[in-house]
């Protein structure tokens, strides 16, 4: 009992941290929203303090290394993995430099390990995914090559 206690805190706690960077970022629920300029080092900074999750450290790692890592931290559940796909999609966002497309594909990878570890169908994942993946396609290499060109 103790230790199920002990694990549901955990839980909480992510989500609880996770939620407020969430609503930080996207400016909701009366938090003032970073700023667009340093979203990636503000929210890594919090992440690394509240959490001990390094965002730059999981940037760099593979599919299989990247998965290793999130199962390290204890309370990182399906709802919990999707909110830091959803912080890593909104940093994504705001980011004019080549760690947007490294943002997203990790986001992507977050949500398909939710889709592979809950056997539940999301129709809102789902179109979270649409929404990364349509994103993916604005930042091609084609994309990038073209600007650089111009």
Known sequence: MGQED?????IEKMGAVLRAILN???????????TAENTFEQTS???NRELGFDLSRFLSLDKAE?????????GMNTANLESLAEIIHQIALEEPTDRQRIL?????????LCETNDKTFSFDRGQRIQAIQ???????PKN???NLCS
């Open 6 to 10: 002990y694990l549901l805190r955990g």
């Open 24 to 34: 930080r970022l996207t400016g909701t629920k009366g938090n003032i929203a970073f």
């Open 45 to 47: 900074e919090e992440l």
């Open 66 to 74: 990247s998965e290793d890592y999130l199962s390290r931290f204890e």
């Open 104 to 112: 997203l594909d990790k986001a992507l990878q977050i949500y398909s």
């Open 134 to 140: 349509k994103a993916q396609l604005a930042v091609s």
């Open 144 to 146: 990038n090559l073209d």
